[in-house]
């Protein structure tokens, strides 16, 4: 079947009245948890994977992927309106949209950061459409060493592109790794890490991870820094009809920003916030009057909103066609997967064809109800933004321990969520990324199994991750990751001498 | 670089070390039976707390370099220490009080940490948002909940 049949049979899928909804239910989810700071796709998804255990899988991954889509669409007008970011891919947004938005020209960076979301967006999943039957051809050469070096390669990416410095990034992944050890071995029943509590046997969800790096995690920093807690609300001034000006300073920042998300997205890198950043220092560079940036420049606007959309799209690819999480809300959306026994990769697009095409097919429609809630009824939304911090975040504590607790009624999840949030904590305090711990805590069990089963294979002759040119080539990029950039200072400085 | 020694960068390159050691000690004293040998449970523990210790030593260097940036700003540790207290004392009342009880607790304790001192106003809200999760998610989405000393009220 021919991407376009299979496209056709996944709008077949999406658009029966019970999927659309799950799809309105999703964008308009993920627009409100992109609004309000503090919570996001992945915590929200991680807390939702508890109450859709018994949900129709398509229905369930539709309303996830219409959520993280949704939250990049909403993040902007919390950036706009508040100075403030919704959601980490949105940070550059409030650099000239609330400046324009003080200028009284808010609507115009609304509308600008929409409907490039949405050209972004649709552009992202066209490409994803056409990209994945080819990475699925890809994924059939792959075998359990090629599957273990590409996590391998995954893992160094992830560490030295997110945080302050490659040390903390590979300390967060390590405790990932760390914490995804924990529980019975599964191919051998082996205890491991269990410390004698009957409780550890089953090992530490994810979701009790997740929920304690975001939600306590944040809750705590935020209650440590008085400086963040008061932040004005501008009201929307100017026409959400963009002047011809506007749009014709707009469109090239769309396709920029749309090129340089897409593939940012589907590298191991960590999802939305470096495409962001590339895009509006690219927009910088070229723009026509370069001074105005920092005063409200539009350009600063459309292009990082259109690149964190082409990057969601972008995260997709690797995760549906290898399995493979580049940022913290697809290691969730890889959770997902497991919990309905689904195994993203070639297997998926053969026996799930319904769900994969479903799920595409309703990004399209989902881009277009994004359109409609966010540009005409931004004014419904903004009146969100008044909620005082101190409900928000009490309220998102109370749904957060109410979604541990859920998961096995067990107290002993409550008093490791306490635990994970402290940790949670101490990496927001002392500048170390948390996605690289989710990424860990997820990819590692599966990179154990793949690096058990390929040297079950070899009968336990190591060469086989060098002796199979993929996997060489896989790690030789993970080396040249991690020593690339110090050998390249060296020669730097070498040279200057 | 910072002129002094970061108490804090010590204090996470040690922990770092503490939780090395305590994941290669766990893995040392498994019992593996010898089919597993070569490829069994014992690997990749050994290999993580391995790495563990390699990025705790490479803390410390850094932190004895005073290489270590920690982020300025004054942190409110009071306001941070009452967040923590009221998630510790949660999941001690869950069961013994009930859902809503210790729900309110909570919300009460997290809206005062983060400045609010609007007692009544976080009071109602704060009961109607855990009666209706209360509700909602007993009642419709089938959830068991501890109903504590609102037993049979309820």
């Known amino acids: 079947v021919g991407a376009f049949d299979a496209l056709m049979q996944g709008f077949a899928t999406a658009a029966t009245p019970i999927n659309l909804l799950w799809s309105l239910v999703g964008v308009t989810l993920g627009t409100l948890i992109g609004l309000l700071p503090g919570i996001g796709p992945a915590l929200t998804i991680a807390l939702l994977l508890p109450v859709t255990r018994k949900l129709d899988p398509t229905g369930a991954f539709i309303m996830f992927a219409?959520?993280?889509?949704?939250?990049?669409?909403?993040?902007?007008?919390?950036?706009?309106?508040?100075?403030?970011?919704?959601?980490?891919?949105?940070?550059?947004?409030?650099?000239?949209?609330?400046?324009?938005?003080?200028?009284?020209?808010?609507?115009?960076?609304?509308?600008?950061?929409?409907?490039?979301?949405?050209?972004?967006?649709?552009?992202?999943?066209?490409?994803?459409?056409?990209?994945?039957?080819?990475?699925?051809?890809?994924?059939?050469?792959?075998?359990p060493a090629e599957y273990f070096a590409l996590m391998v390669l995954a893992f160094t990416t992830v560490t030295s592109v997110l945080g302050a410095s490659k040390l903390r990034g590979a300390v967060t992944l390590l405790l990932g790794l760390a914490l995804g050890l924990a529980g019975t071995d599964i191919l051998t029943g082996q205890p491991r890490l269990v410390f004698g509590l009957p409780s550890m046997l089953r090992g530490i969800d994810i979701v009790v991870v997740a929920v304690g790096l975001f939600a306590v995690g944040e809750a705590l920093f935020m209650a440590s820094r008085r400086d963040l807690r008061s932040a004005e609300v501008l009201p929307i001034k100017g026409s959400l009809f963009m002047t011809r000006e506007e749009w014709s300073r707009s469109w090239k920042p769309w396709l920029r920003g749309t090129a340089i998300g897409f593939p940012f997205g589907a590298l191991p890198a960590g999802g939305t916030e470096i495409p962001t950043f590339l895009s509006y220092f690219t927009e910088k560079k070229l723009a026509k009057n370069p001074e105005e940036f920092g005063h409200g420049a539009i350009e600063g606007v459309a292009g990082p909103e259109a690149a964190n959309n082409a990057a969601v799209a972008g995260v997709l690819v690797p995760l549906l066609t290898l399995g493979l999480p580049t940022?913290?809300?697809a290691a969730i959306l890889l959770a997902a997967f497991e919990q309905y026994n689904l195994q993203p990769g070639p297997q998926l697009f053969q026996n799930s064809g319904d769900l994969v095409w479903g799920l595409i097919a309703s990004l399209y429609i989902g881009n277009v109800m994004l359109l409609v809630l966010n540009l005409p009824l931004a004014g419904v939304w903004v009146r969100l933004l008044s909620i005082p911090q101190s409900l928000l975040y009490a309220g998102i504590l109370i749904f957060s321990t109410l979604g541990v607790y859920s998961l096995s009624n067990s107290i002993f999840d409550l008093v490791l969520l306490w635990i994970v949030g402290l940790i949670g904590f101490l990496m927001r305090r002392y500048d170390y990324p948390v996605a690289p711990a989710i990424i860990g805590l997820i990819l590692g069990p599966l990179a154990e199994a793949q690096f058990r089963r390929a040297l079950t294979i070899s009968q336990g002759?190591?060469?086989?991750?060098?002796?199979?040119?993929?996997?060489?080539?896989?790690?030789?990029?993970?080396?040249?990751?991690?020593?690339?950039?110090?050998?390249?200072?060296?020669?730097?400085?070498?040279?200057?001498? | 670089v910072t002129t002094q020694i970061s108490r804090a960068g010590l204090l996470i390159g040690l922990g770092l070390l503490i939780i090395s050691a305590v994941i290669g000690y766990d893995a040392v004293m498994m019992e593996v039976p010898k089919v597993h040998a070569k490829v069994g449970p014992r690997v990749f523990p050994v290999l993580v707390a391995a790495g563990l210790g390699i990025v705790g030593v490479m803390t410390l260097i850094t932190v004895n370099r005073k290489d270590f940036p920690v982020a300025e700003g004054d942190t409110d540790w009071r306001a941070f220490g009452i967040m923590a207290a009221g998630l510790f004392v949660h999941l001690n009342l869950l069961k013994p009080l009930g859902f809503i009880p210790a729900g309110l607790a909570l919300f009460m304790a997290v809206s005062f940490a983060l400045g609010s001192r609007k007692y009544l106003r976080d009071g109602i809200i704060g009961f109607l948002l855990v009666s209706a999760a209360y509700f909602g998610f007993t009642q419709f989405l089938g959830l068991q909940l501890p109903a504590g000393i609102l037993q049979g009220i309820l």
């Open chain 1, 461 to 497: 002759d190591p060469s086989v991750f060098v002796t199979h040119p993929l996997s060489l080539i896989l790690l030789l990029a993970a080396f040249c990751v991690v020593v690339g950039p110090v050998a390249f200072n060296r020669l730097n400085t070498y040279l200057a001498r």
């Open chain 1, 66 to 143: 219409g959520l993280y889509y949704g939250a990049m669409y909403g993040s902007s007008t919390t950036s706009i309106l508040l100075n403030t970011p919704g959601e980490s891919g949105s940070i550059v947004t409030a650099l000239e949209g609330n400046k324009m938005a003080r200028k009284g020209r808010g609507a115009a960076a609304l509308a600008t950061a929409a409907i490039g979301s949405f050209v972004a967006g649709t552009l992202g999943t066209l490409a994803l459409t056409l990209l994945a039957p080819i990475f699925v051809k890809f994924a059939l050469l792959f075998g």
């Open chain 1, 327 to 329: 940022s913290a809300t």
